[in-house]
């Protein structure tokens, strides 16, 4: 090593606030309701911070969109990118928000939409008025194909094609969702620049970063050419109709990396680390890594890492995601995980109730950046939501599963509306899940062996710099085991050890202390040699 290199090694990489963050969703129609109109709003939030800050103590929250909209896909049709839709607040509560959650030392994420306005845009409305319209371009508008039918075969998520006949300017527009959900012209510049105007907007306000939905169909083939056919399912849930071809042409053509550049340029445009988060749904490893742009890292942070949430609950098949994931992400760059978020079966579903404290411990032991979804802290249930009450279109339109399962008011204590509503409020805009009166915030802080208290205590170990910014191994495991440590210089290493089967299985660990525990009885012990867990136990250990 030349005394350079040693110069190089010797000074740490530079600490970024997203780097080993706990950024918090909150799914804003549904976690507190401050006007007892039934829907959450800023305001309730604002009402809400102790939760965040000191009953839970994560660095960050993303709130989902917020924006005027008329709420065809509940916010994610965006009619004003610069604004409070009145169902949640104003500018000047959306401010309240930001400066009280600054004081608290706790960040704030916007949930920008770039991909599609809502037909009630003022920008679309323009655009549809008239083939010679100023804004006619910022849309993708085609003229059909000779028999009258759409100009390709694209098919839009939320079901049939993606083209939406126009019949007074008789021409079609893209729509990658819903018909209501035009898809911006992202290769016309003047929309490039609107919109990024829209992201400094937010920014300017004092924001910390932005999730970017939909991230990668911003970019799509400019020949339009067809999507081939899919043999089997594209997506991890099954979608139906759109998964019967393969979506390679209507979102990711390589265009997207230099946009996501000049993305990352206006983030980086101000002095304080401003950070984002894409949605990308993409199953291969390596086009997935290809979103940090490595070696330069100069794109956007990163793209989200789903894999946790199509995982099966098996120790293997967990490990395996886990290490190709270490593996995929390139040198300097930082990972991240998912557990929950609005899209998908709550977790305390998908794995079993039983299983979620062990959920809890992996999702906040792995290195990276987490995402948590309000209401898995305390293990809130998949839904079943009566047919006549499902208002997620997605659900509607395609016959799939209904994300309105997942978006259920949040349960804060055994009151009227489970205390998400003031009580006088007529209803909540969806259904309570079945479980509220024993289920809540409040039952769940005076219980020592709450979820909601081991959420509370693995927070707080994630403070310590191995946990927070060390490095992941594997470490051998018996069958059924998962066991990994985290270590970085000068901290003590941590080893994580779940038994993800049915039956007490012994551990060889290392000497060291018991840090956090599915069983808070065993908190504090030490431990050395081979220790027994039972199934669905988790031990956090801080070697000694
Ligand atoms: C992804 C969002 O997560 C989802 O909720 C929304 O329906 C689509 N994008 C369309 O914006
Ligand atoms: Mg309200």
Not at 232 to 250: A, F, M
Request: proline share 10%; charged share 25%; aromatic share 10%.
């Amino acid at each position: 090593m030349t005394p350079q290199d040693e110069t190089v090694a010797a000074v740490p990489p530079p600490e970024h606030w997203w780097q080993g963050a706990v950024v918090y969703q909150i799914y804003v129609r549904s976690f507190a309701d401050s006007d007892g109109d039934g829907i959450g709003d800023l305001e309730g939030i604002r009402s809400r911070l102790d939760h965040l800050t000191e009953t839970l103590g994560v660095d960050a929250i993303w709130i989902t969109p917020f924006f005027p909209s008329p709420m065809r896909d509940f916010g994610y049709d965006v009619a004003d990118y610069c604004d409070v839709d009145p169902l949640f607040g104003d500018l000047a509560r959306f401010d309240s928000l930001l400066s009280d959650c600054h004081q608290r030392g706790l960040r704030v994420m916007i949930d920008w939409v770039p991909n599609h306005t809502s037909d009630l845009h003022p920008w679309f409305v323009e655009s549809r008025s008239s083939r010679d319209n100023p804004k006619r371009d910022w849309y993708v508008w085609r003229d059909p194909a000779d028999d009258g039918s759409p100009p390709n075969n694209w098919l839009a998520m939320f079901g049939g094609s993606s083209w939406e006949w126009d019949e007074r300017t008789r021409q079609y527009y893209l729509h990658s969702f819903l018909p209501e959900q035009p898809d911006l012209d992202w290769r016309n510049p003047e929309v490039e620049s609107a919109m990024l105007d829209s992201l400094r907007f937010w920014l300017d306000r004092g924001v910390d970063g932005v999730r970017i939905d939909v991230a990668h169909y911003l970019m799509k083939d400019p020949g339009l050419t067809d999507n081939p056919p899919a043999e089997g399912p594209t997506d991890y849930r099954p979608l139906g109709e759109p998964d019967s071809q393969i979506h390679i042409n209507d979102r990711g053509h390589p265009d997207i990396h230099s946009l996501f550049r000049r993305i990352r340029g206006v983030l980086d445009s101000y002095p304080d680390d401003r950070f984002a988060i894409a949605e990308i749904h993409e199953s291969d490893w390596e086009t997935w890594a290809s979103y940090y742009q490595p070696p330069s890292l100069d794109s956007i942070h990163m793209p989200f890492n789903f894999s946790l949430l199509y995982a099966p609950w098996d120790a293997e098949e967990l490990r395996q995601s886990i290490e190709a994931a270490e593996a995929a992400v390139p040198e300097g760059a930082w990972p991240n995980h998912v557990l929950g978020n609005h899209d998908e079966a709550r977790v305390a579903s998908r794995f079993g109730e039983r299983r979620a404290g062990l959920a809890a411990i992996l999702l906040l032991t792995l290195r990276g950046t987490v995402t948590m979804y309000y209401g898995d802290e305390i293990g809130m249930p998949e839904t079943a939501i009566p047919p006549g009450e499902i208002r997620d279109p997605q659900g509607i339109r395609l016959g799939t599963p209904t994300r309105d399962g997942c978006r259920t008011p949040m349960q804060w204590s055994d009151q009227p509306h489970a205390g998400f509503s003031p009580p006088e409020a007529p209803g909540t805009w969806l259904p309570l899940s079945t479980d509220w009166k024993q289920r809540n915030v409040d039952s769940q802080l005076d219980d020592p062996g709450s979820l909601l208290q081991l959420y509370h205590r693995l927070l707080a170990a994630r403070r310590s710099p191995s946990l927070r910014r060390g490095a992941f191994r594997s470490l051998p495991a018996p069958p059924g085991c998962l066991v990994y440590e985290r270590s970085a210089p000068g901290s003590a290493a941590v080893v994580v050890a779940l038994n993800l089967g049915g039956d007490v299985t012994a551990i060889d660990l290392p000497a060291g202390t018991v840090l956090v525990a599915t069983d808070p009885g065993a908190e504090g012990k030490p431990v050395s040699g081979p220790i027994e867990l039972a199934g669905n136990e988790g031990v956090v250990i801080e070697l000694t």
